[in-house]
């Protein structure tokens, strides 16, 4: 995954239209994708403008 390698660094923004077109698909299993990854704390969802990648934190385990 781009997003963990860091080829996609932090701030970049994603949007589903530019990725669907690249990914030879339809935005809806995109957004499905990228809305996923906003659930785990990946993603930002910016209103109007796409996901943008958020700096990686490190997480403790309980």
């Known amino acids: 995954?781009?997003?963990?390698?860091?080829?996609i660094?932090?701030?970049e923004i994603l949007t589903?239209?530019?990725l669907a077109k690249a990914w030879g698909v339809s935005t809806?299993?995109?957004r499905e994708i990228l809305?996923?990854?906003a659930g785990v704390?990946?993603?930002e969802?910016?209103?109007?403008?796409?996901?943008?990648?958020k700096r990686?934190?490190?997480?403790?385990?309980?």
């Open 1 to 7: 995954m781009k997003i963990v390698s860091g080829q």
């Open 9 to 11: 660094g932090p701030g």
């Open 16 to 18: 589903m239209p530019t």
């Open 28 to 30: 809806t299993p995109v």
């Open 35 to 37: 809305l996923e990854l």
């Open 41 to 43: 704390g990946l993603l």
């Open 45 to 53: 969802a910016r209103r109007n403008r796409g996901f943008q990648v």
């Open 56 to 62: 990686p934190t490190v997480r403790r385990r309980v």
